[in-house]
């Protein structure tokens, strides 16, 4: 069972625009939502999180917008530029074990830039 | 801060071969997650460990797969008898139980391939 589904699998930008990624989960009970960045070789990277008391979330380019009743978030990338090409994954959580967050993936967006 | 280690950064092995894959955590950490990427299916966590003890192992494939955790500084996951199948890049993260913000830190991967 895929509990967080991610769209779209690609996407091409031109420099300057904006890019989107969006996200829809299940599980009601997930209290936590970060993106994560991957660039081609390296680990995950924390981006940017939100949790579901605010409705968006904004961290210079990169902003998450939070529908909590329809069960979605987003990621906004605003003036793309090519350094930003990399893999991105949305990520949703709940405290689990008494002590800490246990991550469930979406299967990642390919970003692409073009200078 | 040397952040999470991970050892061998690629192997390649032949399929019956036991391979064993390594991580160091980052100091003062008290939980550490092993995941394993694939195109196919993505991120998926197969075993988390808190303070030392595994707490969630449902991601683990099968039997053949095994995860130690005999300190705060060290985790292995073993995969014996190999097969092609479990060629992908496995990652290992750590993070520090925080409830406000509880983010996990990649390793840089092992690139495994069984031939």
């Known amino acids: 069972q895929q509990q967080v589904k991610q769209s ?25 939502f970060p993106w994560y960045q991957q660039f081609p070789g390296k680990g995950p990277a924390l981006l940017i999180a939100i949790r579901p008391d605010v409705s968006e979330k904004k961290e210079g380019r990169f902003t998450i917008s939070f529908n909590k009743s329809a069960k979605q978030f987003s990621l906004h990338i605003m003036d793309s530029q090519p350094g930003d090409s990399a893999t991105y994954f949305c990520a949703a959580s709940y405290e689990s074990g008494g002590s800490n967050y246990k991550l469930t993936f979406g299967k990642g967006t390919l970003l692409t830039v073009n200078p | 801060d040397a952040g999470v280690i991970q050892s061998p950064r690629h192997e390649v092995t032949e399929m019956g071969q036991e391979v064993t894959l390594r991580c160091k955590p980052i100091s003062g950490h008290n939980s550490l997650f092993w995941y394993r990427q694939t195109m196919m299916r993505g991120l998926e966590l197969l075993i988390y460990f808190n303070n030392n003890v595994p707490i969630d192992d449902s991601g683990m494939p099968e039997d053949r797969f095994s995860a130690k955790m005999p300190n705060a500084s060290f985790s292995t996951l073993k995969i014996q008898p190999s097969e092609p199948r479990d060629s992908a890049v496995y990652f290992c993260a750590s993070s520090l139980f925080d409830r406000d913000s509880p983010r996990q830190y990649f390793g840089p991967g092992t ?5």
């Open chain 1, 8 to 32: 779209p699998q690609s996407l091409i930008v031109q420099k300057g625009g904006i890019s989107i990624i969006n996200c829809a989960y299940e599980n009601t009970a997930f209290d936590y």
């Open chain 2, 111 to 115: 690139r495994l391939t069984v031939t």
